[in-house]
């Protein structure tokens, strides 16, 4: 029965031990991962102080939440920069829909940008059909 008891206490010892070294670190990394899925909030960075397995997992997490981070602060000041812009500029993809619009394009053309948001090339530019459209992009 000595054997049993000391198996059973050091399986329980282990089992501990695991628990506080890797559950825990990834309960916490799932949580904040929720967190940041949910709020949007990419500047959240996860405090880590090993340099194990986990410390490399929380350290890949958090460049990427910075690399996030600064790609949607680039998005904002070129979205702003656009739509301050004096010169029309319009996003079209290939298909002819426009996907985005500067005031300054509204101006010009007087459309709202609810209205041109909705609206294809072809719809604005009167005489580009689809075949024109395709051959512009390429």
């Known amino acids: 029965m000595g054997y049993l008891g000391y198996a059973l206490f050091v399986a329980y010892f282990l089992s501990t031990r ?3 070294s890797i559950s825990t670190p990834i309960e916490t990394l799932t949580n904040i991962m929720a967190k940041v899925s949910k709020d949007k909030q990419y500047n ?3 405090e880590h102080n090993s340099c194990n397995e986990i410390g ?3 350290q890949g997490f958090n460049e990427m939440l910075y690399e996030i981070d600064k790609r949607d602060r ?3 000041l070129t979205q ?3 739509d301050y812009s004096s010169d029309g500029i319009c996003w079209i993809d290939e298909t002819g829909t426009i996907t985005n619009a500067s005031l300054g394009v ?3 053309l ?3 940008r609810k209205v041109l948001l909705r609206s294809t ?3 604005v530019w009167q005489g580009l059909d689809q075949e024109g459209w395709r051959k512009f992009w390429e």
Do not use: G, T
């Open 18 to 20: 695991l628990q506080k």
């Open 44 to 46: 959240l960075q996860v």
């Open 56 to 58: 490399f997992l929380y």
């Open 74 to 76: 680039d998005l904002l």
């Open 80 to 82: 702003y920069s656009m």
């Open 106 to 108: 509204c101006k010009l």
């Open 110 to 112: 007087k459309f709202s």
């Open 121 to 123: 090339i072809f719809q």
